[in-house]
Structure formats: C-alpha cells, structure tokens
Nanobody, 123 residues
Framework: QVQLVQSGGGLVQPEGSLRLSCTASGSIFSIRTMGWYRQAPGKQRELVADINSGGSTNYIDSVKGRFTISRDGAKNTVYLQMNSLQFEDTAVYYC?????????????????WGQGTQVTVSS
C-alpha cells in the first residue's frame, strides 16, 4: 500500500521559517512529480510548488524567492523550506505525488495525497 507521510509545520511568527517533509512509501516503481498544495479557510486548495523527476521546479508567484522545494530521490522524500513566512501563508499544507506503481502485474500512474499539516503564521 502506497502512502505519503508528512512532517513539520506548526506555529511561527511572521518572517520566521519552517520546513515540511513528505515521504512516499510502498510499492513505488518511480516518482514522476512531488509537490505541495495548501488550503486556507474558505479558499480553494492551490498548488504552492512542485518538482518533477528531472528536478525542474514550479512555484506559485506569491512564494517565489521565499520557499524552496527539493527532493531526495533515494529517500522518496520531498521538502518545502519556507522562509520569510507571512500571515497569508497560514493554511493546511498537503503533500502530493504522482507515482508510477506496479499493481496486479501492471504499471499505472496514480495521484496520492499526504495527511495534511497545519502551518500558522501569527504574532
């Protein structure tokens, strides 16, 4: 069974930093893309950043220059380093991964989500 387990998050003051981690485990053949989404109260879930198997990254404009996404392929882990956090970064952050798995003798690509972790920026 494939699962994504997140860690990190919490309460931080404005301009503070936090790091999120997400590890994929299970019968994974390969990882195509891993990323982070967030959902603030009353808002839709939005993509924050993602990174593909080639290492190319993509960021939402509001976090460019402040957040950095990285991955450790050997550990099937993706990180989100968040610096200069602002009030508007407060949200539940979700790890997402597009994985190629082997099931029933066949390969297929499936999308998985982590359990979510709260990030609160408050003075």
């Amino acid at each position: 069974q494939v699962q994504l387990v997140q860690s990190g998050g919490g309460l931080v003051q404005p301009e503070g930093s936090l790091r999120l981690s997400c590890t994929a485990s299970g019968s994974i053949f390969s990882i195509r893309t891993m990323g982070w989404y967030r959902q603030a109260p009353g808002k839709q879930r939005e993509l924050v950043a993602d990174i593909n198997s080639g290492g190319s990254t993509n960021y939402i404009d509001s976090v460019k220059g402040r957040f950095t996404i990285s991955r450790d392929g050997a550990k099937n882990t993706v990180y989100l380093q968040m610096n200069s956090l602002q009030f508007e970064d407060t949200a539940v952050y979700y790890c997402n991964a597009l994985l190629e798995i082997l099931s029933g003798g066949l390969f297929s690509s499936r999308n998985y989500w982590g359990q979510g972790t709260q990030v609160t920026v408050s003075s």
